[in-house]
């Protein structure tokens, strides 16, 4: 655990970055997924800025409703708790590109870990990837 810290301590900041179509153009690999920010109209998820140009979809999901709670469950508490999925899936690109810079970090002054592994496999999901 104190190498941990340690390699927290002394490592170099990361420079910000926001998860916006300009740091994905930045990468070297393309994603594979519809470049973030994602935002919500209504019960549709779509990118920020759609561009037939850059990327080749409009609405990344839509569906009939915005989700339905148990028959018992508090309206207001099911509203809050859909609106917070919401958000959640929306912050999936930020997410990942966050993570990815994360991981990259910690690769130069960790060793192999639990942790690494774990986000390793998450990135890996995320785009599709077979470990």
């Known amino acids: 655990m104190s190498t941990l810290l340690e390699a927290l301590r002394t490592a170099q900041p990361l420079p910000a970055k926001a998860a ?3 740091h994905y153009q930045a990468q070297a690999t393309p994603p ?3 470049p973030g ?5 209504g019960h549709s998820l779509k990118p920020a800025q759609p561009d037939p140009q850059r990327y080749a979809v409009h609405t990344i999901v839509t569906c009939s409703s915005g989700g339905y709670g148990f028959l018992a469950s508090d309206h207001k508490k099911t509203a809050a708790e859909l609106e917070a999925d919401r958000r959640l ?4 690109p930020d997410l990942l590109a966050a993570l990815q810079d994360l991981r990259n970090a910690c690769s130069v002054a960790l ?3 639990a942790v690494l592994r774990a986000a390793d496999a998450a990135i890996a999901r995320a785009l599709g990837d077979k470990q």
């Open 89 to 92: 899936i929306a912050a999936a």
């Open 20 to 22: 916006t179509l300009a």
């Open 37 to 41: 920010p994602w935002t919500w109209e």
């Open 32 to 34: 594979r997924h519809t």
């Open 111 to 113: 060793e192999r870990t």
